[in-house]
């Protein structure tokens, strides 16, 4: 004999149970289902929207969606009231699943911005003029021309200095220690380098051409004099530039400042060249804030021995601040929607789950978990939006924003027995809001849940529909309904959600509901809509009078949807 199980009783089956008048809570006890097979080798199937469903029937559906029924992993059945969800190898390969473990990264808030590249002030020598005289034997002759330490700059013809080495030497005649260290300080202090005046003392003859070399090394940056210019003290004569070391100023945004200290380690893309050092250190942060920009720029040191940093070359900039060991996921692997963030964790046996998380930081494709994983934990970093929510994309339902718009009409959408069996679950709300008003029972807040965590993925699916409006206004009001759980507030938004679903109803699918025996009632006064399963009306709202809706003759579109609901499915979608 097949057996069948149903671990954990849905909304549907509590609202759908034929005539029963006692409270939902005590009502779930009612659905009897045969035990579970005990022999652990009995293959079991079970539904991917429902994974609370359980089978040994290979080629049965699912009773509450008609979806066909796919393998469990051996073993599984005993934790199929986990949430957990069933795929098989062939499915996982075809889904591209890829599962990566939840481990321990060093990394921090980082700070982003943009910056250019200049040269280094503190690699910058200017050689200017001390004494009046002639430009002579200029050995640098343009802009760019690389110069070595101690290299010949050029010679200077200067009567002034002429005088001064001749006194140089009459104090050396007369040997006058005090007078030779007097001249020979003004000798340097006029200009005359120490090498020039090693010579003079070894010679003991005047040089009357004067050479000028080089102190540091350096690229000639700019050239003030040409051969034979005459110069007087002051004059600037060229500037040498080393580009071994460069400053990248960067502009942070104000809010961001005070986190900037000297010494931070930073990390550099420069678009014009690739291959540049990529690290530098923060070397200064300036004092004052941009008014116009609202940044403050600070000054980055970065080695550049290859060259290839130019100053003017833009930066893009990442400070990275309170680095520390965080357990974390890839960002990719983190989901959102109406439960919050959570992932995709793997139970292994080809089976998933989805966990609840609290994210940290988030930096370089990571999220920081916090005490929600364990190191280690296997999530699905790949193919976890098909795995969400029961499996409900691993069945194909992608978004469809390539082929659907805002005009579209709802009898027009694309449709199968999986999505209207989706959209029935806030009908089966609705359904279960009106029996709940009508016996005087409170609503259980939880069932509301399904429905909610489902609008999520419809509504990706059909956004820009007037399906995914349909869909979230029916979301609001069953979070509005979770609080409310009887009476007027219930009744309120049991209004609310009909209103919601009004355009569906009456344009989408009314086959599907005719045919399923739902009927559709209007308060005569207020207005308010309501559906129920028997033709006899019972208002929720009161006393008033109440108006049967007539369900719209089907145009062609919609009896291809209810066509399409109906096929290889013997409930057709929620047996109501």
Same mark, same amino acid.
């Given at each position: ?46 539904? @991917? ?7 040994? $029937?290979? $080629? ?27 795929? *098989? ?23 982003? *911005? ?29 802009? %760019? ?16 200095? &002429?005088?001064? #080495? ?22 340097? @202090?006029?200009? +005359? ?40 003290? %002051? ?5 040498? #530039? ?72 833009? *930066?893009?900039?990442? &400070? ?50 916090? %005490? ?16 969400? @929510? ?7 339902? +992608? ?36 029996? @709940? ?42 979070? #509005? ?96």
């Amino acid at each position: 004999m097949k057996t069948t199980v149903l671990v954990v009783t849905t909304v549907l089956t509590l609202v759908l149970v034929a005539c029963g008048k006692q409270p939902a809570a005590e009502r779930a006890t009612d659905i009897a289902a045969e035990p579970a097979a005990a022999a652990g080798d009995v293959q079991q199937y079970t539904c @991917s929207m429902h994974p609370h469903y359980i089978s040994t $029937d290979p $080629d049965g559906t699912c009773p509450i969606c008609g979806m066909k029924l796919v393998p469990m992993a051996r073993g599984a059945g005993a934790a199929a009231n986990d949430g957990a969800v069933a795929v *098989a190898a062939e499915m996982m390969q075809t889904m591209g699943v890829r599962t990566v473990p939840a481990t321990m990264d060093s990394f921090g808030r980082t700070v982003r *911005a943009f910056g250019a590249v200049q040269s280094d002030e503190r690699l910058e020598h200017t050689a200017v003029a001390r004494f009046e005289g002639w430009i002579e034997s200029l050995a640098v002759r343009a802009v %760019g021309d690389p110069v070595a330490a101690g290299t010949l700059l050029y010679r200077i013809y200067s009567p002034e200095l &002429i005088a001064a #080495q001749k006194d140089y030497l009459n104090a050396l005649e007369v040997n006058n220690p005090q007078r030779i260290a007097a001249v020979k300080q003004r000798l340097v @202090s006029r200009g +005359m380098q120490g090498s020039a005046v090693n010579v003079l003392m070894k010679t003991r003859q005047v040089i009357e051409r004067v050479p000028v070399y080089a102190e540091v090394a350096g690229t000639v940056a700019e050239l003030s004099v040409r051969e034979g210019d005459y110069v007087r003290p %002051g004059t600037p004569i060229l500037r040498l #530039q080393s580009y071994s070391r460069v400053w990248v100023i960067a502009s942070i945004p104000e809010q961001d400042v005070a986190l900037i200290r000297a010494g931070m380690p930073v990390r550099l893309s420069i678009p014009s060249a690739p291959d540049a050092p990529a690290d530098g250190t923060v070397d200064f942060v300036y004092p004052t804030i941009d008014q116009r920009t609202r940044t403050a720029d600070v000054r980055i040191v970065v080695p550049n021995n290859n060259g290839q940093l130019r100053p003017g070359a833009y *930066a893009d900039v990442s &400070i990275a601040l309170d680095t520390a060991p965080r357990l974390s996921v890839p960002t990719a692997a983190i989901l959102r929607d109406s439960r919050g963030a959570h992932v995709i964790v793997a139970l292994g046996e080809g089976r998933f789950a989805a966990k609840s998380v609290r994210t940290g930081l988030t930096a370089s494709g990571r999220t920081e978990i916090v %005490g929600s994983l364990a190191p280690g934990e296997q999530v699905v970093a790949n193919g976890q939006f098909l795995l969400d @929510s029961g499996g409900e994309s691993a069945l194909g339902l +992608m978004p469809l924003q390539d082929t659907i718009t805002a005009d579209t009409p709802l009898s027009q959408l694309p449709m199968d027995t999986t999505t209207v069996a989706q959209i029935d679950h806030f009908t089966d709300m609705a359904l279960y809001f009106h029996e @709940s008003l009508t016996d005087g029972y409170r609503i259980e807040p939880s069932f509301a849940d399904p429905a909610i965590a489902l609008g999520d993925q419809l509504a990706r699916r059909f956004a820009n529909s007037r399906l995914a409006a349909v869909i979230e206004a029916s979301q609001v009001a069953l979070r #509005q309904a979770k609080d409310a759980a009887t009476g007027a507030p219930l009744a309120a938004q049991l209004a609310r959600l009909m209103v919601a679903l009004e355009p569906w109803l009456l344009e989408g699918a009314p086959q599907h509901y005719q045919q399923a025996g739902v009927s559709l009632f209007r308060d005569r006064e207020s207005g308010q809509l309501w559906l129920q399963k028997t033709s006899t009306p019972n208002n929720p709202y009161g006393a008033g009078a109440a108006e049967l809706i007539d369900w719209p003759a089907p145009t062609a579109a919609q009896s291809a949807t209810t066509e399409s609901a109906a096929t290889n499915d013997p409930h057709v979608g929620h047996r109501h």
